[in-house]
């Protein structure tokens, strides 16, 4: 079937369905007003950190007329820092009832309260001479994380076409690390990581909220959640013309339809409900298996060790935080080639490739760091390990498995899985940080096996268990996933095959 009208053609039952403008400009749009934030706070504060210090310090000697003991100010600084995780992980909580009460979009745009309120607090924390609202503040702009890096993923992957959801899907993980690299070049000591810079540094987060709180409106809603949730086909329809760039949109609806009358019997799934039903059980572990795998692999232990690994190598400790927005720049480059690839090598491919490097690395670093004191080219070693580590990661570990949640698991039991594997990265990211300082007092250079091996065994769980989606409908990949659960879906092939689009569908076609 062609539609002609406008007197164009397209071939509606291609699998290449093109990137339209409206498709690009709201992945664009949601990425950098919420993703990017992400990335952004997970390191805006590492190199004001001193100066941050030294003013906890002296505003409480302006209160109290003494100085802070050093445990203390550890203390107020280990909850500055891991308030962050700890409000992603509520954000992740908050997932699903949001995303089913105010939609896709309308989660993204409540969603930016979470971030502007708090940009204001910290943005003025010094002349109020307060630090209680920083830590107050981490953890709020943590909910606003927890909540993006759940929610766009979701929204992207439900408005694109099969052949391009996992490009779309990758560009959040593209954001973060856009975001992660802008709070490293802006905090430098030339720029904003200064004493009179860093409440503009923390502030600055609530711009990319504002951007998107005034343009999100203008884009259309997730039409699976308009057709599924809501029951409006209209909306749906015109949500994906928009979205296509051309009229006739029946396959998609056809297949959104089957999706729905496959799941009638199940319901809305909650949390406990995902959990003890068979039919997801697979799809249940290896979303806690990657999402594991993603933050116990190591990265942000990589990243903390960075001064140990660089100055042994000549690196001056002032030069550090140039070679960290280095390393910064690569992550970002290595993501935008996954954007590139993953829809030619597929998912499965860029996971086992980015764990199986991670692995690698790891065990290398560590004999590295090992002998880089004995034999002089073990340190420059150690930096080609660091590169690789980040390269690996950047393909495959930090941007495909948020994919997979949204291709392995259909619309009634989507919003549950997110929460669940939202809960377990930003757990999985807390523990890292709770844990890693005593580990690297207790094993040193050793740690790295600890992640070495945590690559290997993802990796061996993804190459036995997890399938490959790429190029599939979502009907097609929860077919997959019903063999390996041994279960049978609510409606089988013969129920499919017979299926009746509505009369509205049936005189569209007669038209073609």
Known sequence: RENKSNGEEHPIDSRERKMTLLLACVTLVSAFGSSFQYGYNVSVINNPEVIMKNFYNQT?????????????????????????????????????????????????????????????????????????????????????????????????????????????????????????????????????????????????????????????????????????????????RQALRRLRGWDDVDDEIEEMRQEDQSEKLEGRLSVFNLCTFQALRWQLISIIIMMMGQQLSGINAVFYYTNNIFEPAGVNLNDVQYVTVGIGAVNVVMTCVAVLIIESLGRKLLLLAGFGICCVACAVLTVALNLQFTVWWMKYLSIVCVVAYVIGHAIGASPIPSVMITEMFLQSSRPAAFMVGGSVHWLS????????????????????????????????YIFFIVPETKGKTFMEINQIMAKRNKVELQMDKEELDDFQPAPETEKKKEGH
């Open 429 to 460: 990211n807390f523990t890292v940080g709770l844990v890693f300082s005593y580990m690297q007092k207790g094993l040193g250079a050793y740690c790295f096996l600890v992640f070495s091996a945590i690559c290997l065994a993802t990796a061996i």
């Open 60 to 236: 409480y000697f302006n209160r109290t007329s003494n100085f802070m003991d050093s445990s203390f100010q550890t203390l107020l600084w280990s909850l500055t820092v891991s308030m962050f995780p700890l409000g992603g992980f509520f954000g992740s909580l908050m997932v699903g009832p949001l995303v089913n009460k105010c939609g896709r979009k309308g989660t993204l745009l409540v969603n930016n309260i979470f971030s502007i309120v708090p940009a204001i607090l910290m943005g003025t924390s010094k002349v109020a001479k307060t630090f209680e609202v920083i830590i107050l503040s981490r953890i709020i702009v943590g909910i606003c994380a927890g909540l993006s890096s759940n929610v766009v993923p979701m929204y992207l992957g439900e408005m694109s076409p099969k052949n391009l959801r996992g490009a779309t899907g990758v560009v959040p993980q593209l954001f973060i690390t856009i975001g992660i690299l802008a709070a490293q070049v802006l905090g430098l000591t030339k720029i904003l990581g200064t004493i009179e810079g860093w409440p503009v540094l923390l502030g600055l987060t609530g711009i990319p909220a504002v951007m998107e709180l005034l343009l999100l409106p203008f884009f259309p809603e997730s039409p699976r959640y308009l057709l599924i949730q809501k029951g409006n086909e209209e909306q749906a």
